[in-house]
């Protein structure tokens, strides 16, 4: 089995190396291939990785290429992990909204746009070349935004599911919690990418028990610290929401947080450089403990499980996907990207059914949804207009005036990334 990560100098790839070594039974990889534009950073990350498969004694080999076509070449299954523009333009997300009184998160809102606008043709020039050299591989996309980014694949005829790592996250949390193993942890998982809510938490599969009520009621307030929300907001809900959901839920409060410290960005950019270093250690040949405060928090079981079940191998009968919505969620349309709970085999993931999504959600997703739409547009036809009307669409914009400031910084903290600008 031949797999292929394209970003993989990113200072993630350790955590996906470590996933793959520890369940190789699981996906037995033979041929891993780590391709990226950056020399410097895929030989440190390359040999560390190398490094890890020979400590736990796993016998696949790991090649690295600038070369994409090479390296997407006769794969199985191609991992995107990119950030095109680096952390300098992730550092630009997270800062130019402020200007506006608007939150500055490089997956959401002004940010996650330009974020969009930048990915999306980048990501779809790959896919074609991998369709190219092999139309039966799998591409799997934990590129952000995710859900933008997977419906463009899908529309454009991949065969693509995206995954994020919010709800093993919040599967591995609630499974400490109970005292159970966390396969027998099952969610009730509704929205969009970065836009979800746990509506239940079962014991044992879909059908099983539901226990979230015992969790807020015993572990409501560790559960609202993690999520920076007040408890009674949780109690009010009955629901646990992801942790981006504070982003519209204290729109304001997060505004006047993010002015007074240095962007998520930086913090990030000066843990990179000490992890590059450590890679560059010959003597290493695990993954750091730094590395679990760069994110990504159980990354590569998530993306151990998925590919797993896509290539026949194995992995859960029940994950949660970014997929097609397909008559799921009712009040949006099939091609809507919906992230949910679905049965995932080699004929790719199918939805599972869900209960009716309460009007409290149902407007806010619907609401981003429209803007995920005209976000696609914008990304695929470019024009200021396209970007100013996503802006305006995406409720935490949604004033004109804002609208208008962000376009025109957007497109000028941008325009190296933007070819129609």
């Known amino acids: ?39 410097d950073r895929l030989d440190l990350v390359g040999g560390l990785a190398r490094r890890i498969f020979a400590r736990q004694d796993h016998e696949g080999k790991i090649t690295t290429t600038s070369d994409l076509d090479a390296g997407v070449d006769g794969a199985d299954a191609v991992l995107l992990q ?55 591989a799998w591409i799997i996309d934990f590129t952000n935004p995710v859900g933008i980014v997977t419906r463009a694949l899908l529309q454009a005829g991949h065969k693509a599911v995206g995954l ?24 009730d998982h509704v929205g969009l990418n970065h836009l979800t809510w746990e509506r239940a938490v079962r014991i044992g599969g879909p059908e099983g028990e539901n ?43 997060v505004v006047r947080e993010l002015g007074t410290k240095p ?85 790719g993931a199918a939805p599972l059914p869900a209960a009716p999504v309460d009007p409290l959600y149902a407007g806010l997703v619907a609401n981003v949804t429209a803007y995920e739409d005209l976000a696609l547009e914008a990304a695929l036809r470019g024009g200021r207009d396209r970007v100013f009307k996503a802006l305006l669409a995406h409720p935490l914009v949604g004033q004109y005036a804002y609208a208008d400031g962000l376009t025109d910084r957007l497109i000028a903290h941008n325009r190296e990334h933007l070819a129609w600008a």
């Open 1 to 39: 089995m031949k797999l292929t990560v394209v970003g993989g100098g990113s200072t993630y790839t350790p955590e996906l190396i470590d996933g793959f070594a520890r369940l190789r039974d699981t996906l037995p990889i033979t041929e891993l291939v780590l391709v990226d534009p950056a020399a």
């Open 82 to 136: 990119l950030r095109i523009g680096g952390q300098a333009a992730r550092e630009q997300d997270e800062t130019w909204p402020l200007e506006c009184g608007c939150v500055g998160q490089e997956t959401t809102g002004a940010g996650g746009l330009a974020k969009a606008l930048r990915t999306v043709p980048v990501v779809l020039d790959i896919a074609e070349r991998v369709r190219r050299a092999n139309p039966d």
């Open 164 to 187: 994020c790592n919010v709800a093993i996250g919040f599967q591995r949390k609630f499974a400490g919690l109970l005292g159970v193993a966390p396969s027998e942890v099952h969610l």
């Open 211 to 253: 226990v979230l009520p015992r969790l807020l009621a015993e572990h409501g307030d560790a559960i609202a610290d993690d999520l920076r929300l007040p408890r009674p907001v949780l109690d009010r809900l009955g629901v646990v929401p992801s942790y981006y959901l504070r982003y519209f839920y204290a729109h304001d409060e």
């Open 263 to 347: 962007s998520r960005a930086a913090e990030v950019a000066a843990m990179e450089k000490e992890l590059l270093e450590m890679y560059g250690d010959p003597a290493l040949d695990e993954k750091p403990a730094l590395l679990a405060k760069r994110g990504g928090a159980f990354y590569s079981e998530a993306a151990v499980d998925l590919a797993a079940a896509l290539l026949g191998g194995g992995g859960s009968p029940y994950q949660v996907v970014n997929t097609y919505n397909n008559g799921t969620l009712p009040f949006l349309p099939d091609d809507a990207v919906i992230e949910t709970q679905a049965a995932v085999g080699t004929h």
